[in-house]
């Protein structure tokens, strides 16, 4: 969609000097303001640019943390409480970045699950995705260390308990978690080495974000219907249309942000996390922060041996698994329609898998005993099913539903009676953007 | 197709029932879940949105913690100065700080020494460190104060947890703390053992029991406001006091959110009344 030939013309003499040396304006124009998008997209396209404003709020945040956090285990709890009473503006610093990684990871399933109901993956979208589920890698990899920085119980026994499934991997397992510990148990070199990746894995992710818009600029955005970009009607400049829309989606999202920051701080944390480290008193049930509950629930939920695989080795694989579907959807998927808008079927089990998940998130966070044990294997087959069951064998049989010839034609059809008039468009409903 | 359904429909059923079954009844002589009674859910001044501290409780409850308290557990993240919260001045934070003794040093010569407090002390702890204060409370450190009613709460459960949400419950902690206190003298279940040198407490979050002797009693601490002298009120304005003594930026914070709140509220409209202009010639 980006592969027109540039339609910037520099104005200024400054602009003119720039271009012709290195044309850092011209990219910013054809990235930001000339760029078309689809006209038809909804307000869950707006996630992208939310999720672009949670890492530079997470990355400026911490920065500003970092200057007054020690990474010491006999002073790291009370440094971050110092930041809490007595830094100016601490508790709100230390609050929005607390709450702000939990929103980022609100924001990316959201995004996520825009991507599977919408068939974002599909071709040429496939290394998109991909990016897209490194991203989503390296911020767990983040999330997770960030919540031992604060060295709490929770923080503490969630990294025992995390570190401790590397040591299942065959052979190399002991030497890969003695290296992630820096010793063999969590310790001082293992709260120095996570404070340092801590710091460095965001920038990591800003880079591959780098390379996620620039896929993202080559192919061009998806649309709610699938269909691809056909003529210049069924797109709309970047600025001011997508601009003024994902503005407005930010806003919105970051209502709800500051609802938790300043109302409820503590609602997404364990209150466990204020009782600092103690070694030798393990908490009655160690829970990971809510992003991770669904594999937890997942690793939990092999409880039985396959042949040579014992079940906590079994459970790890799993669980990774559970992450490695995402990367391999482009290619699990069989249907040739890509939205789920078209597809009966695959909209059922899009929402039952949506329901699965978050069932997989509250048995994550129970204790592994009981019918606990037995739902959690039954969710984790589904999840598991979803993606090699439903996905390629629902697009060998089942029939769609006829597709619209184009972007616009879909849009005109929405809008009965309208067209591209003002009159028509005004009257249009909002909802569904 | 309509097969998958009915399995799925199925596995629905089979997911219920179980669940069901995993909610079983717990024997009352032997509880495996705990606290065996949940918090009571009591009205806090700080509470809400436009929750703020009640200055006249938090000195009752800092009266508790000093007269009471204070003999046992330490309260090692709190400077005297934070108390200018309670509405003291700066004078009376002055002698407040100077009623206590520091140890401090060592001086030029070397030597460690004693010497009244100043405002930017922290409140001293009662044992000079774990080991001792283990040893002298039977094996289990009262644990630290300054903290505690953001590191205590009870699970809320499904669908509680869902409408804390709406409700903004942020009380757990405070909750928490009043009960236990205020649950002490109860007779345990016939049949429950009850561990040599502890005591029974239906609110305690991990046992049936606590090494923790029932620590209020009615009229042992004087108020010189009127506020009847009875262990519920004690518990609740210690339990008062030391959601302060955990977050005393309490107010600042809501006060700062109530602003966030309206201009992002305001910012919104403004935008996105932007956004039906920009998009009012465009069908999408």
Redesign the interface.
């Known amino acids: 969609m980006s592969e027109g030939h540039s339609t910037y013309t520099p104005k200024t003499g400054i602009e003119r000097w720039f271009d012709a040396r290195m044309p850092l304006p011209r990219l910013i124009y054809d990235s930001f303001v000339a760029y078309p998008v689809p ?3 909804n307000y869950m396209w707006t996630f992208g640019g939310i999720l672009s404003i949670m890492l530079a709020s997470q990355i400026l945040t911490g920065i500003v943390l970092a200057m007054h956090y020690t990474s010491d285990t006999n002073l790291a709890f ?1 440094s971050v ?1 110092k930041i ?2 007595d830094v100016n503006s601490g ?2 610093l230390r ?1 929005l970045h607390s709450n702000g990684a939990s929103f980022f990871f609100v924001a990316v399933y959201i995004h996520i699950f825009r991507g599977l109901f919408y068939g974002s993956y599909k071709a040429p979208r496939e290394l998109l995705w991909i990016l897209g589920c490194i991203i989503y890698l390296l911020m767990m990899a983040t999330g997770f260390m960030g919540y031992v920085l604060p060295w709490g119980q929770m923080s503490f026994w969630g990294a025992t308990v995390i570190t401790g499934f590397f040591s299942a991997i065959p052979l190399v397992g002991n030497w890969i978690q003695q290296l992630l510990l820096g010793g063999f148990a969590v310790d001082d070199p293992t709260l120095n080495r996570f404070f340092a990746l801590h710091y460095l894995l965001p920038f990591m992710i800003a880079g591959v974000v780098v390379l996620h818009i620039w896929a993202l600029h080559v192919v061009g955005q998806s649309n709610p219907t699938g269909i691809e970009v056909k003529s210049k009607t069924d797109t ?1 400049a970047f600025t ?2 997508a601009t ?2 994902d ?2 989606g930010m ?2 999202f ?2 709800f942000f ?2 938790f ?7 997404l944390g364990h ?2 996390n ?2 600092v480290a103690n070694p030798l008193k393990t908490p ?1 049930h160690i829970v990971p922060e809510w992003y991770f509950l669904p594999f937890y629930a997942i690793l939990r939920a092999i409880t039985f041996n396959i042949g040579p695989i014992n079940s906590k080795l079994g459970g790890v694989l799993c669980m990774f698994g559970a992450i490695a579907m995402l990367f391999l959807v482009p290619w699990l998927d069989t249907s040739k329609v890509r939205s789920a808008v078209y597809r009966p ?1 695959y909209k059922l089990f899009f929402w ?1 898998f949506v329901a699965d998940a978050i ?1 997989l998130g ?1 048995l994550g966070s129970q204790p592994a005993e ?3 044990v ?2 959690a294997q ?1 969710a984790t087959l ?1 999840y598991f099913a979803f993606f090699l069951v439903v996905m390629p064998v629902l697009g060998l049989i089942e029939t769609p539903r006829r597709l619209p010839n184009s972007i616009t034609e879909a ?2 059809e929405k ?1 009965k009676g ?5 009159a ?3 009257a ?1 409903p ?1 909802t569904k ?1 | 197709m309509k097969k998958i359904l009915t399995s799925l429909a199925l596995l629905g059923l089979v997911v219920a029932g179980t669940a069901a079954i995993a909610a079983e009844e717990q024997n009352p002589a032997a509880p495996t879940h705990f606290p065996i009674n949940e918090p009571k859910e009591m009205s806090w001044s700080f509470a809400g949105p436009f929750g703020t501290y009640d200055k006249a409780q938090l000195q009752r409850g800092l009266k508790v913690y000093k007269e009471v308290c204070s003999a046992c557990h330490s309260m090692n993240l709190v400077a005297f100065r934070t108390l200018e919260g309670l509405g003291y001045s700066e004078a009376q934070i002055k002698t407040l700080a100077a009623g206590y003794t520091i140890h401090d040093g060592p001086n030029d010569a070397g030597d460690m020494f004693d010497r009244p407090g100043k405002p930017s002390d922290h409140f001293p702890a009662p044992f000079p460190n774990e080991q001792a204060a283990a040893s002298a409370n039977g094996g289990a450190a009262p644990p630290d104060m300054s903290l505690l009613a953001k590191a205590r709460g009870v699970e809320r459960g499904f669908p509680r947890f869902i409408f804390d949400i709406f409700t903004q419950y942020a009380q757990g902690g405070p909750d928490y703390i009043h009960s236990l206190l205020t649950g002490y003298d109860q007779t345990p279940p016939a049949g429950m053992v009850i561990p040599e040198g502890t005591h029974y407490n239906p609110y305690f979050l991990s046992g049936v029991s606590l090494k923790m002797p029932k620590p209020l009693s009615d009229g042992q601490v004087t108020y010189d406001d009127g506020s009847p002298q009875t262990v519920d009120q004690y518990a609740r304005d210690v339990s008062a006091f030391l959601m302060f003594a955990a977050e005393p930026h309490l107010e600042d914070r809501k006060k700062t959110g109530f602003r966030v709140m309206v201009f992002l509220l305001l910012f919104g409209a403004l935008v996105y009344m932007t956004k039906r202009r920009v998009w009012a010639d465009v069908a999408h």
């Not at chain 1, 309208?418 to 003002?422: D, L, R, T």
Request: aromatic share 24%.
């Open positions: 006209r038809n997209l009370d409480e809490m009473r508790w709100l609050y709309v001011p249309y003024i829309k503005a407005f806003i919105v970051l209502f500051a609802y920051v300043f109302y409820l701080p503590n609602y209150p466990d204020y009782t009655a079927w039952l069932l509250w009981g019918a606990y037995f739902m039954m589904f849009v005109l809008n309208g067209s591209g008039h003002p028509g468009a005004t249009a909002e953007g």
